[in-house]
Nanobody, 123 residues
Framework: QVQLVESGGGLVQAGGSLRLSCAAS????????MAWFRQTPGKEREFVAA????????YYAESVKGRFTISRANAKNMVYLQMNSLKPEDTAVYYC????????????????WGQGTQVTVSP
């Protein structure tokens, strides 16, 4: 049974930084892509970033490109999201996700999700 547990969220001022972590268990972590999504009340879940199993490829939403960095440590079964130059519009619940195959930018392409961690950016 795949389990994903996010941590690292919190309250930060605009311009600040946070690092989110996601601990994975239940299967061979290094064989699958990982991604981060975010969601605010009343809106659909939004793609943020994804990373291939080997870290050779990464992909970012335009809204976070140049500010956020996704990385992974396969030996630790961990994926990270370094968020710099945060803006109030980055406020959301951030979710870690992994697919059974492939990778993409749509929530329906991912099979397992964490419970989310709240990120709040004050003006």
């Amino acid at each position: 049974q795949v389990q994903l547990v996010e941590s690292g969220g919190g309250l930060v001022q605009a311009g600040g930084s946070l690092r989110l972590s996601c601990a994975a268990s239940g299967r061979t972590f290094s064989a699958y892509a990982m991604a981060w999504f975010r969601q605010t009340p009343g809106k659909e879940r939004e793609f943020v970033a994804a990373i291939s199993w080997s870290s050779s490829r990464t992909y970012y939403a335009e809204s976070v490109k140049g500010r956020f960095t996704i990385s992974r440590a396969n030996a630790k079964n961990m994926v990270y999201l370094q968020m710099n130059s945060l803006k109030p519009e980055d406020t959301a619940v951030y979710y870690c996700a992994t697919p059974d195959r492939g990778w993409g930018t749509h929530p329906w392409e991912y099979d397992y999700w964490g419970q989310g961690t709240q990120v709040t950016v004050s003006p």
